[in-house]
């Protein structure tokens, strides 16, 4: 079962804009990841959050996590047409040793 | 390092025949994922091994599926009769469970684009 939801499902941009998608999750986490998908490609680990953790950023990146809500969002700043992939949010359930559980992601298509 | 090793990249197969997917995780890697994608329900996970052992497999749909991790270099997904409705695509991950993190920040393969017709 999906863990995860993200929104929007699916977001278009100029070059230079900023984006941000959302991820809502339903039950206890350890962390909150988020991964990259080109077409036709495996998905790229991009940025960890920890469940005691507020922010994170990671070069053009910033992750937030309020576990209050259960929701997280990825900014990606001064976006390029290179960042056009696919986003997925996915949640580490507290217990040790346990699987990732992906939401189904967020199509981001950004033009020149 | 390679990465994590899938093969084949594609498969176009008629149903009723057999699939089997092969994986090569990072060496050093404890845990072993196999995921599937398709349009309709996202990354789905289908079983998962950590050292080399089964650990949750109530992610495979039907008896029709199997996954075997022989050793900790390589594992195997095998569909049989494969259906039509089994096309997708099949990632296989691996990530070091357990870690100074303990995060399971997975690293992926590029995946098995499977075609049942």
């Known amino acids: 079962s999906q863990q995860g939801e993200e929104d929007p499902q699916a977001l278009s941009i100029q070059e230079g804009e900023n984006a941000t998608m959302n991820c809502s999750y339903k039950?206890?986490?350890?962390?909150l990841q988020w991964y990259r998908q080109n077409s036709g490609r495996g998905l790229v680990h991009l940025i960890l959050?920890?469940?005691?953790?507020r922010e994170k950023h990671s070069g053009r990146l910033r992750v937030t996590l309020d576990t209050s809500k259960k929701s997280s969002s990825l900014l990606i700043t001064a976006s390029r047409a290179a960042d056009t992939a696919s986003y997925f949010c996915?949640?580490?359930?507290?217990?040790?040793?346990?699987?990732?559980?992906f939401g189904k992601g967020t199509t981001l298509s950004v033009s020149s | 390092d390679a990465g994590v090793i899938q093969s084949p990249r594609h498969e176009v197969t008629e149903m009723g025949q057999e699939v089997t997917l092969r994986c090569k995780p990072i060496?050093?890697?404890?845990?072993l994922f196999w995921y599937r994608q398709t349009m309709m329900r996202g990354l789905e996970l289908l079983i998962y091994?950590?050292?080399?052992?089964?650990?949750?497999d109530s992610g495979m749909p039907e008896d029709r599926f199997s996954a075997k991790m022989p050793n900790a270099s390589f594992s195997t997904l095998k569909i049989q009769p494969s259906e039509p409705r089994d096309s997708a695509v099949y990632f296989c991950?691996?990530?070091?469970?357990?870690?100074?993190?303990?995060?399971?920040?997975?690293?992926f393969g590029a995946g098995s684009r499977l075609t049942v017709l």
């Open positions: 991950a691996s990530s070091l469970a357990g870690g100074r993190s303990g995060a399971n920040v997975l690293t």
């Open positions: 039950t206890s986490i350890n962390n």
């Open positions: 091994f950590n050292n080399n052992v089964p650990i949750d």
């Open positions: 959050i920890r469940s005691n953790e």
């Open positions: 996915a949640t580490a359930p507290p217990q040790a040793g346990t699987a990732l559980i």
């Open positions: 060496s050093g890697h404890n845990s």
